[in-house]
């Protein structure tokens, strides 16, 4: 894992939302947000909607670290921490893991059919946590359309609409991403209900744009939905890559899905060294992980 030797990475997707995932677990090169941006570049890079980073953890099986293509650092991506558990439990035989984000201890284990299942933790609810700008309600949002704000690791602003086709999240999505209400920026969901235990959503996650699914988005925007009264607290979540199976427990968020490996790879030492060399003017080198525990 060197500008002489390569970089290997794995390229997974849960549902078309996409990642490349490093393992730093015996290696830790340095990663800094300009080689973050070329390796997440789908004409020059690798492409992806994030990066995870698996490294070492004496508490537990690994501890995740998620970058946005932007390359910003992302609090919480569920959908790659269950591609991350699968590849986990392939190497290790094991159907239950426990993984460290910056939301703590996760537990993810085997389902049926193949899925995995991971346990996102229990939404954030006060306006301080997910973080709001000011003390609101968090179930009716000052902003047109009368918005939900939920923190799942990352903060989520979701509006409910009679028809999703009739909205166009590309439009909405930037404007809310950076509203003066969201000092951390916001991930941001469309969501139509279909019955009380179906939900069709589309998203847009700040640092990255529109994705075909998201974990976290689609837990956000069923917690939201059940807040509201909507649906249970168990629902389908349809989205553009597929369904998520969200279940609003006691003990935190469930969210159970597939997950694909698609193809294992090396970013060359040309093309480490070359975005050295771009990024170097003015941008400090961030070491993988760093800030991010």
């Not at 201890?105 to 939404?123: C, D, F, I, T, Y």
């Amino acid at each position: 894992m060197s500008a002489e030797h390569g970089l290997p990475f794995m390229k997974w997707h849960g549902l078309g939302n996409d990642f490349v995932i490093l393992d730093a677990r015996e290696s830790e090169p340095p990663l800094t947000p300009a080689l973050v941006r070329a390796i997440g570049n789908r004409h020059r890079g690798v492409g992806f909607d994030q990066l995870a980073v698996i490294h070492p953890d004496p508490e537990a099986d690994a501890r995740l670290v998620f970058w946005n293509a932007d390359g910003s650092l992302s609090g919480a991506c569920g959908n790659a921490t269950r591609c991350i558990a699968r590849h986990l439990m392939n190497e290790s035989g094991r159907k239950r893991l426990t993984l460290r984000t910056e939301r703590g201890l996760l537990v993810a284990e085997e389902a049926e059919g193949g899925k995995v299942r991971v346990n996102m933790g229990p939404p954030l609810l006060a306006w301080q946590d997910i973080p709001l700008a000011r003390d609101l309600d968090t179930l009716h949002l000052p902003i047109e359309g009368d918005p939900v704000a939920t923190g799942m690791g990352n903060p989520h602003c979701t509006f409910f609409v009679e028809d999703l086709a009739a909205r166009d999240i590309r439009t909405l999505g930037p404007a809310i991403e950076h509203h003066p209400l969201y000092p951390e920026r916001a991930n941001v969901e469309l969501v139509e209900v279909i019955d009380r235990s179906t939900i069709r959503v589309k998203i847009w996650e700040r640092g990255t744009g529109v994705t075909e699914a998201s974990g976290s988005c689609a837990s956000a925007a069923a917690v939201a939905a059940a807040r509201r009264g909507l649906t249970g607290r168990k629902v389908r979540v349809l989205l553009d890559g597929g369904v998520l199976e969200i279940d609003w427990r006691e003990d935190g968020v469930w969210m159970t899905g597939p997950t694909a490996h698609v193809f294992d790879g090396v970013l060359t030492g040309a093309f480490l060294a070359e975005t050295a060399a771009e990024g170097a003017d003015g941008e400090a080198p961030q070491r993988m992980g760093e800030g991010a525990a």
